[in-house]
């Protein structure tokens, strides 16, 4: 069973910054699913805010997110990463980040592309 577990995330006061870190790990393991990184807050929908493909190669960032937060990847550490800069309060949500074993050289975007999801890391941003 894969698994992937996500940290990094705390409290942090406006234009305030953090980096999230999530680990995939489990038998079979390989180091080159399309991740993506999820975000919801309360009473809302989870929604996309960055993925890249297999090979880091293909990157997407939801357009609220452009020019502050970068996704990246290690895959000698099967890890991917959400480096977040300029943070709003509008921000404070649970970001949770997913893979899929869709193969291919594309990202995706949409949350019922993805097979597997860690159990989530806070981010709560004060103003």
């Known amino acids: 069973q894969v698994q992937l577990v996500e940290s990094g995330g705390g409290l942090v006061q406006t234009a305030g910054s953090l980096r999230l870190s999530c680990t995939v790990s489990?038998?079979?393991?390989?180091?080159?699913?399309?991740m993506g990184w999820f975000r919801q807050a309360p009473g809302n929908e989870r929604a996309i805010v960055a993925a890249?493909?297999?090979?880091?190669?293909?990157?997407y960032y939801a357009d609220s997110v452009k020019g502050r937060f970068t996704i990246s990847r290690d895959h000698t550490k099967n890890t991917v990463y959400l480096q977040l800069n300029s943070l709003k309060p509008e921000e404070t949500a649970v970001y949770y980040c997913?893979?899929?074993?869709?193969?291919?050289?594309?990202?995706?975007?949409?949350?019922?592309?993805?097979?597997?999801w860690g159990q989530g890391t806070q981010v709560t941003v004060s103003s």
């Open positions: 890249n493909n297999w090979n880091g190669g293909n990157t």
């Open positions: 997913a893979a899929s074993v869709t193969p291919g050289p594309n990202y995706y975007t949409r949350s019922d592309e993805y097979s597997y």
């Open positions: 489990g038998p079979n393991v390989v180091p080159w699913y399309p």
